[in-house]
């Protein structure tokens, strides 16, 4: 059960976007994995960092088209989840 949670969320997501909104609406962003929802992250975030979790958003991210010599590729899709913690409850890796 414990690794379950902690392959959930991948790791935090530190951007100008998600500083802002960590201090000005007490939300934060993540990478999740693409196949959790959002009870699952929710759940995750709750017991890593030990706050009250009040909303989940996610967005589905596609990958990038990149090109490596002379063949082209994409990057990897991944998941965003955006949190919104309760009022009293901080994570201050941010």
Not at 12 to 32: D, M
Not at 36 to 61: H, M, S
Request: with cysteine; proline share 2%; hydrophobic share 35%.
């Amino acid at each position: 059960m414990k690794n379950e949670i902690y392959g959930i969320v991948v790791r935090p997501l530190v951007t100008e976007k998600s500083t802002h909104q960590s201090q000005t609406r007490n939300a934060y962003a993540f990478v999740v994995s693409c196949d959790a929802n959002k009870a699952q992250i929710k759940q995750a975030v709750e017991k890593i960092y030990g706050v009250k979790v009040l909303d989940v958003r996610t967005a589905n991210r596609k990958g990038k088209p990149r090109r490596s010599g002379m063949r082209w590729g994409t990057t990897r899709h991944w998941k965003k989840a955006v949190v919104v913690l309760h009022e009293d409850s901080r994570i201050d890796l941010f």
